[in-house]
């Protein structure tokens, strides 16, 4: 049993949506375009992001803040801000380009919300389908 003094502490590390601003500013900060080893050392520094929590291991062979800034990388794409030039290349967009933090967190909510919409839709299809087979 663990006692009261050995208990292990969690490092809070940031969510992905928290490290989209850093991952984008890096990229600019970059010329426009970075590797994602890169741009995770430049995002993780704007990000005050600690060795402690880059330690963190996540189960994919990368610390668990490399794997939040995956998530990161892929809103910031979804959302026109970023793209895949090439593999492990990422560039910013001209709508990345200008877009400030409020317009990049709106225009993440709406990306979301349009993905839980069409979730919703694809469920409901399919539920119906089913239904159809069952009267059938």
Do not use: C
């Amino acid at each position: 049993m663990i006692g009261q003094d050995e208990r292990v502490t969690t490092l809070s590390i940031p969510q992905y949506h928290e490290l989209m601003w850093p991952a984008l500013q890096a990229t600019k900060e970059l010329g426009g375009s970075a590797t994602v080893s890169k741009m995770n050392e430049r995002a993780m520094a704007a990000a005050n992001v600690t060795k402690e929590q880059q330690a963190v291991p996540h189960k994919k062979g990368m610390s668990e803040v490399e794997y939040r800034f995956h998530w990161a990388r892929t809103h910031l794409k979804a959302i026109g801000a970023l793209e895949n030039s090439a593999r492990g290349i990422w560039t910013v967009t001209d709508h990345g380009r200008s877009m400030s933090e409020p317009e990049m967190r709106a225009a993440n909510r709406e990306w979301k919300k349009s993905l839980r919409e069409q979730r919703l839709a694809q469920l409901g299809s399919q539920v119906a389908e089913a239904e159809g087979r069952n009267n059938a």
